[in-house]
C-alpha cells in the first residue's frame, strides 16, 4: 500500500475562485482500489488546479492518476461539513442582504 499523497498534508483551504478554470467541472473522486487502505477511500469534492491537481472541498490535493471518478461511495465527512457551512453561510449572506443589518426573520 501506498500513503496518501504528500500534497495532502498542510492547513486545509478549499481552492480561491481566481485559481479556477470557470469551464472546470466539479467532480466527486476517491483513491484508486490499491492505493491506499480501503479505510481511506472515501469520496472527495474536488475541482482541478492550475497546477494540475485536483483540490478537495476539504482542503487536500489528490495526483489526478491516483485517484477515480465514482458515482457512489462514502463521502468524505470534512468535505461535506465545509460544503454544508459554505451553502449556511451563503443562505444567511443572502436573509441578511434580503432583510438588512437587523438580521433574520424570526
Known sequence: MLSPDSECSGTPEWISADRIDPDSVVRHVRYRAGEVGESQRCVHVVLPTAQGLLASACGQRFAPGRMEDTAGGMPCLACVQRLAAAE???????????HGEGGLPG
Open 88 to 98: 449556511r453561510g451563503g443562505t444567511a449572506r443572502r436573509l441578511v442582504d434580503e
